[in-house]
């Protein structure tokens, strides 16, 4: 696994190979996907499909982004995402 990411309000830890920034249209339809995290995109773990194994809600606050880590906020939880080196 390639990535860790920690929930902070319960330490929760989801592992992935790979990881995309997600944007989606007004109307909830999938818009586009990007490498790196922004305001109004969620992180989608890997595999990319119908099992993806986690999908956040969207970024309201990137608080510290690194080389290896992005400690972000969305709507619903803080999250550290983690990149193995």
């Keep these: 696994m390639s990535y860790k990411l920690i929930?902070?309000?319960d330490n929760l830890i989801n592992k992935s190979g790979d990881v995309r920034w997600i944007e989606?249209?007004?109307?909830?339809s999938f818009k586009e996907a990007?490498?790196?995290?922004?305001i109004g995109?969620?992180?989608l773990m890997s595999p990319f499909n119908m099992f993806f194994t986690w999908q956040?809600?969207?970024i309201v606050k990137i608080v510290r982004?690194?080389?290896?880590?992005?400690?972000?906020k969305t709507k619903?939880?803080?999250y550290k995402l983690i990149k193995n080196k």
């Excluded at 989606?24 to 909830?28: L, M, T, V």
């Excluded at 990007?34 to 922004?38: G, I, R, Y």
């Excluded at 982004?65 to 972000?72: A, D, I």
């Design 65 to 72: 982004k690194t080389k290896y880590t992005v400690t972000f």
């Design 76 to 78: 619903n939880s803080d």
């Design 24 to 28: 989606f249209h007004d109307n909830g």
């Design 34 to 38: 990007f490498d790196e995290p922004a």
């Design 56 to 58: 956040t809600t969207p």
């Design 7 to 9: 929930r902070k309000s």
């Design 41 to 43: 995109r969620s992180l």
